[in-house]
Structures are given as C-alpha cells and as structure tokens.
C-alpha cells in the first residue's frame, strides 16, 4: 500500500527509511515507550520492512523499552504487552524487542529505602532520571556497539512538541545530512525522520482505516490511554473516539506512579478518575511519600557522607531519610501490595535493601527480614541466614554504653560494620582508611566548627 493525499508526507518517510536503512550495515536502534511518537516510528519502520524483499532484511532493528521498575501498571502493562506482540510478528522481519531496567541498587527503591535519597523535586533535584532510564539506555546501546561496530539511533522527537525540543533538533541537524552523530556516544549516530509532524498528524495517521498497528495492537486502545487528561489545551482534530465521546488532547505523557517531581500526577489522576479506582491506594502512598519529604523529623540532617550545612536562613540543612522514616516507607509499601495485589518491590531490590540497611549500621542484621515477616506472614527466602553482629544482649549494652559516655551509636555501630567487612583483609590499611573516613565525617565536628567560626568573628 502506497500512501497519497494527506498521508503522502509518510510515504515519503517510508521511501526514506528505506535508503537509509539499505545504505548500510549498521544494526538500528528505537526507543520505544509505548506513547503515541515512538508508536508512530515503530509503525513506519515496520511497515517498511514488510515491504521490502526478505534478502534486503539484512540488518537487526532493536525496539528497546525501559521498565523503570516503578511505571504506571496500566502503561507497564501495555508496555510488556506491546513488546511481547512485537517479537511475535518482528522474527520475520529482523526485528527483536527487548526491555531493560535499571541495576538493582540504582531502583527508585533501592535508592529510596535502601540509602535513604530524598524523593526527587523540581526544579533540578532530579536524580531518578538518569539512573532509572538513561543509564540502563546507554548501558544497551555501548553493548550494541560493541557487537556491532556501530548504531542507528531512531529517534521519535518532533518539533511540534515544544519549544525547547524544537530547538535541540536543530541544533544538532547538520545541513545535507540524515544521520547525525550523537554528542555523548561514540560510533551512534542519530536520525530523526518524525521531526516534522505536527500532533494532530501523529493521531490521525495511527487511527486511520482499522486503526491496527503492523503488530496487531490496537491503536484505539492507546489513544484512550491519553483520555481525560489536561483538557484545557488545544484538542486533537480528532475530537472524540469511541462510544463515551470523551474529549482528548493527544499530548499527555505517562510516567512513573510514584513521580514526586510532580505536586499532582495528572496522568494519574484521570485513569482514576475513568474509573480506575483500584489505583487509588497508589496515588495515596505517592502523597504520602511526598508529605515525608518535607516532614519534620523524617530526614536526617546530615548528609550521606557525614556533611552538615546550614540554608541561607540559618536553619540546619537536611539530607537522607532516617532509618526509622525508611522502614516506614517499607513497612506502607509491603501493606500496599498486600492490599492490591500488585507486585510493587521485587524479591532483588529487597535483598539490595537488606544489605544496604547492614551497612548502614544495623547491629542486628534482622531489620528488614523481621519486617518483611511482620506484614507479609512469610519469610524471606535468606531469612535463615541473617544473623546479628553480636547478640541482642550485647547490643544493648553497648547502647547503655554509648548513652552513658556521650558517644553517638551511630558512630560505634558503623566503624564495628567497617571491622567486621575488613576483619579477613590481611591489609591492616583498610581499616585504618574506613576509621579515618567514619571519625573525619563533619557531623561529628560540626558543633565544634561553628564554635571555632563564631569565635574568629
């Protein structure tokens, strides 16, 4: 099927395509989100395939979707549903789907309970990005390159988007050419064959005739994933869809449902209010979540490696969330599962957690398997083998202890873990270097540095 009339501009794109991906051997790449544009480039890249001879299938098309661990189930879901229906048909074709997540330690999770980050907030204290999509994308694409040489990265921005997209495309267009080389990765270049359709475009190119997608998908169901959100923009020439007559705009984007970035996730704000209510117990724990981050008493005022500082106001800066905040967070979120059924925390990130809190200082070594116990009824696989430092009538001597010389527990309890990681290293250095960072960190000395500032003024 060739395209005419007022789809010509993507046969135009297809017959494009086509050149490019027949100029070389380098494999190609899409990230694909499961929205409306990186739908759009799968179609057309698909479809082109399909019309091409067997023979001319000579190179891999990778369709790569990233699973923050933490995603919208309803777009999570449609997300594993598309990828699975894309290997299906894509064998033929040359094309293998795959999904990546994050490293364990660098989950929401991990990062959130496991070592106490503050939630992410705007403006820039946006840490979640980088660790939960952009490295795990840049991991995969180093891995191609280095099987193949070199990538196509297809990339699906449009500069009807917004502005500050429109500008970044054109500062990287070089005049005269398709593939640009990208800024940050070596031997990846980057074509954007999108960048010219407006939104409008975008809906009615993928609802037209039986609004089917070259894997099967339909596109009607995506359309209405973008139902009932941000209404007061400009709708989408196409109105309505459907039987409710529900009006959209077509722009909305979907992210993680546990996004503090945010002071409302409207995405999920309108599947509840479609009638999603089985998700209001998730939007209730991101508020709460969100509540904690700036609750007195709930952060440390410290930061992670042992600075402390003051705001301009004067007021103690603060830094990771306590031990007992983090245990809380756990102990909601475990009892959140139980309540929906939902799988929210893999069994990986609970191990990682476990070990992090031992590092942390945790004598006993049983917080979080205890906890885990305590609301779920069960026992955690390494339960067995999770035994304390020193016996609890130990511990709490040397709780007594700390109490009755003025010494900080904390203090104690991290430089006995340092003993205890460095005990078999025949190199008596390690300790002394973990001593050394441990008593050196400012927390300890903060008051004794502010005395000594004031005194100087």
């Given at each position: 099927?060739?395209?005419?009339?007022?789809?010509?501009?993507?046969?135009?794109?297809?017959?494009?395509?086509?050149?490019?991906?027949?100029?070389?051997?380098?494999?190609?790449?899409?990230?694909?989100?499961?929205?409306?544009?990186?739908?759009?480039?799968?179609?057309?890249?698909?479809?082109?395939?399909?019309?091409?001879?067997?023979?001319?299938?000579?190179?891999?098309?990778?369709?790569?979707?990233?699973?923050?661990?933490?995603?919208?189930?309803?777009?999570?879901?449609?997300?594993?549903?598309?990828?699975?229906?894309?290997?299906?048909?894509?064998?033929?074709?040359?094309?293998?789907?795959?999904?990546?997540?994050?490293?364990?330690?660098?989950?929401?999770?991990?990062?959130?309970?496991?070592?106490?980050?503050?939630?992410?907030?705007?403006?820039?204290?946006?840490?979640?990005?980088?660790?939960?999509?952009?490295?795990?994308?840049?991991?995969?694409?180093?891995?191609?390159?280095?099987?193949?040489?070199?990538?196509?990265?297809?990339?699906?921005?449009?500069?009807?988007?917004?502005?500050?997209?429109?500008?970044?495309?054109?500062?990287?267009?070089?005049?005269?050419?398709?593939?640009?080389?990208?800024?940050?990765?070596?031997?990846?270049?980057?074509?954007?064959?999108?960048?010219?359709?407006?939104?409008?475009?975008?809906?009615?190119?993928?609802?037209?005739?039986?609004?089917?997608?070259?894997?099967?998908?339909?596109?009607?169901?995506?359309?209405?994933?973008?139902?009932?959100?941000?209404?007061?923009?400009?709708?989408?020439?196409?109105?309505?869809?459907?039987?409710?007559?529900?009006?959209?705009?077509?722009?909305?984007?979907?992210?993680?449902?546990?996004?503090?970035?945010?002071?409302?996730?409207?995405?999920?704000?309108?599947?509840?209010?479609?009638?999603?209510?089985?998700?209001?117990?998730?939007?209730?724990?991101?508020?709460?979540?969100?509540?904690?981050?700036?609750?007195?008493?709930?952060?440390?005022?410290?930061?992670?490696?042992?600075?402390?500082?003051?705001?301009?106001?004067?007021?103690?800066?603060?830094?990771?969330?306590?031990?007992?905040?983090?245990?809380?967070?756990?102990?909601?979120?475990?009892?959140?599962?139980?309540?929906?059924?939902?799988?929210?925390?893999?069994?990986?990130?609970?191990?990682?957690?476990?070990?992090?809190?031992?590092?942390?200082?945790?004598?006993?070594?049983?917080?979080?398997v205890n906890l885990y116990k305590e609301i779920t009824g069960q026992t955690l696989p390494w339960d067995?083998?999770?035994?304390?430092?020193?016996?609890?009538?130990?511990?709490?001597?040397?709780?007594?202890?700390?109490?009755?010389?003025?010494?900080?527990?904390?203090?104690?309890?991290?430089?006995?873990?340092?003993?205890?990681?460095?005990?078999?290293?025949?190199?008596?250095?390690?300790?002394?270097?973990?001593?050394?960072?441990?008593?050196?960190?400012?927390?300890?000395?903060?008051?004794?540095?502010?005395?000594?500032?004031?005194?100087?003024?």
């Amino acid at each position: 099927m060739r395209y005419t009339g007022e789809f010509a501009v993507y046969e135009e794109i297809i017959q494009e395509m086509a050149l490019v991906y027949q100029h070389d051997k380098r494999p190609w790449m899409i990230g694909f989100s499961g929205g409306k544009d990186s739908t759009l480039l799968c179609c057309l890249v698909m479809e082109m395939l399909q019309r091409l001879a067997p023979e001319k299938r000579n190179k891999t098309v990778y369709i790569v979707s990233s699973d923050t661990m933490v995603e919208n189930p309803i777009v999570r879901d449609y997300m594993h549903r598309m990828s699975a229906m894309i290997n299906e048909v894509g064998a033929e074709l040359n094309v293998k789907a795959d999904i990546i997540y994050p490293k364990v330690e660098d989950s929401f999770w991990c990062k959130v309970i496991g070592l106490g980050y503050p939630t992410p907030e705007p403006p820039g204290f946006r840490w979640c990005t980088e660790r939960l999509k952009i490295n795990p994308m840049n991991a995969y694409t180093l891995n191609t390159i280095k099987n193949n040489g070199e990538v196509v990265l297809l990339l699906g921005v449009r500069k009807a988007e917004s502005t500050y997209r429109a500008n970044n495309i054109r500062a990287r267009e070089i005049e005269g050419k398709l593939l640009v080389p990208h800024k940050d990765i070596e031997n990846a270049y980057v074509y954007n064959p999108l960048t010219e359709i407006p939104n409008e475009e975008v809906w009615k190119f993928l609802l037209k005739g039986d609004a089917k997608s070259p894997w099967g998908s339909d596109n009607k169901y995506l359309f209405s994933l973008y139902q009932g959100e941000n209404l007061g923009e400009e709708k989408s020439v196409i109105g309505e869809i459907d039987k409710d007559k529900i009006p959209v705009t077509g722009n909305s984007r979907f992210g993680c449902w546990i996004c503090t970035i945010v002071k409302e996730d409207k995405s999920l704000k309108a599947f509840i209010d479609r009638g999603e209510t089985w998700l209001i117990p998730l939007r209730d724990y991101r508020n709460w979540m969100l509540q904690m981050r700036s609750t007195q008493g709930a952060r440390e005022y410290k930061r992670r490696n042992g600075a402390m500082y003051r705001k301009p106001d004067g007021t103690l800066g603060e830094g990771p969330f306590t031990m007992a905040t983090r245990q809380e967070m756990l102990r909601r979120l475990l009892q959140l599962e139980l309540d929906t059924g939902l799988s929210l925390i893999t069994m990986e990130e609970l191990k990682q957690i476990d070990l992090m809190w031992d590092n942390e200082g945790d004598l006993t070594r049983r917080s979080l398997v205890n906890l885990y116990k305590e609301i779920t009824g069960q026992t955690l696989p390494w339960d067995q083998y999770k035994a304390p430092v020193f016996p609890a009538e130990v511990i709490d001597e040397i709780h007594a202890l700390c109490e009755e010389c003025d010494v900080e527990f904390e203090l104690i309890s991290k430089l006995i873990i340092e003993i205890e990681a460095n005990k078999y290293y025949t190199k008596g250095s390690m300790v002394t270097k973990a001593f050394d960072r441990i008593i050196n960190q400012g927390w300890l000395h903060f008051d004794s540095i502010e005395k000594g500032l004031q005194n100087e003024n």
